[in-house]
């Protein structure tokens, strides 16, 4: 059974930063890749930044020079360094595994950035 279980959201003000875990199981993680993905109230689910198993990044415009996606393959987590946080950055944050044909998500971690 694939889970992943975010840790790490919170409010912060505007400027401040916050590190985002993601600690997955039920998959061979080191061979995965991983995402992390955004929602705000009344928006679609959005991509932030996804980390390939070989540890090459990408990431979301509104999220470079900003944020930063790393992995722990021996602690199966992926990590969302987020620096210089807007209000704009106010969203649930999920992690994503796509795995067996399918997408696997978390439960979300909400992260409110105050103005």
């Known amino acids: 059974q694939v889970q992943l279980v975010e840790s790490g959201g919170g409010l912060v003000q505007a400027g401040g930063s916050l590190r985002l875990s993601c600690t997955a199981s039920g998959i061979i993680f080191s061979i995965r890749d991983m995402g992390w993905f955004r929602q705000a109230p009344g928006k679609q689910r959005e991509l932030v930044a996804t980390?390939?198993?070989?540890?090459?990044?990408n990431y979301a415009d509104s999220a470079k020079g900003r944020f930063t996606i790393s992995r722990d393959n021996v602690k199966k987590t992926v990590y969302l360094q987020m620096n210089s946080l807007k209000s704009e950055d106010t969203a649930v944050y999920y992690c994503h595994v796509f795995f067996g044909s399918r997408s696997y998500w978390g439960q979300g971690t909400q992260v409110t950035v105050s103005s």
């Open positions: 980390i390939t198993s070989g540890g090459s990044t």
